[in-house]
């Protein structure tokens, strides 16, 4: 077994946090800086996501990532129990945003897809969102 755990408040400061988090996390593999850097990418619009829309920049939300390598396969999942999301299909459209009032461009869910090998978004509205993330180590 080869799990990681981080529970924090959904203050700005801790996107960052996360995405060395997890970057340090996979790196003790020795994958490529371009795989580290793939992954710090996703995980940080997933996170950014779970601040900005799942607890609309309340920090009393706490955000729930657990990483786990198994077999060369980095899988992250990035947990908010806030709002959620009522159509994900929808959600995950290139340029779908509800925030374009806030210069949201509705590109994070196309970066996470094509940074990672395999994205999944499972959400309630009212329950919150979960984003679980793969990505192959090597090559
Ligand atoms: N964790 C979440 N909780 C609630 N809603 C979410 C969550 N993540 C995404 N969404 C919804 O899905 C939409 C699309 O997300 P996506 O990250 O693709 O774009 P964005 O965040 O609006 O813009 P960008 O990421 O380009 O700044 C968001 O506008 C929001 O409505
Ligand atoms: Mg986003």
Redesign the pocket.
């Known amino acids: 077994m080869d799990t990681l755990t981080i529970k924090v408040n959904a203050l700005e400061a801790n996107e960052s946090f996360l995405r060395s988090a997890v970057g340090a996390y996979a790196s003790r593999m020795n994958p490529t800086l371009e795989i580290v850097s793939d992954i710090k990418t996703a995980v940080s619009?997933?996170v950014?996501?779970?601040i900005?829309?799942?607890?609309r920049m309340d920090p009393k939300g706490i955000i729930t990532v657990n990483c786990e390598i198994a077999e060369g396969m980095l899988t992250v999942e990035?947990n908010?129990s806030?709002?959620?999301?009522a159509d994900?299909e929808?959600?995950?459209?290139?340029?779908?945003?509800?925030?374009?009032h806030?210069?949201?461009?509705?590109?994070?869910?196309?970066?996470?897809k094509s940074f990672m090998d395999k994205l999944e978004?499972y959400?309630e509205p009212g329950e919150?969102?979960t984003?679980k993330m793969e990505k192959k180590l090597y090559a």
Do not use: C, P
């Not at 929808?90 to 374009?100: C, I, P, S, Y």
């Open positions: 619009e997933a950014t996501n779970a900005v829309h799942g607890y990035v908010d806030g709002e959620g999301i994900v929808e959600a995950m459209r290139d340029f779908f945003t509800t925030k374009a806030e210069e949201r461009s509705g590109l994070g869910f196309t970066i996470m978004v959400s919150g969102t984003v």
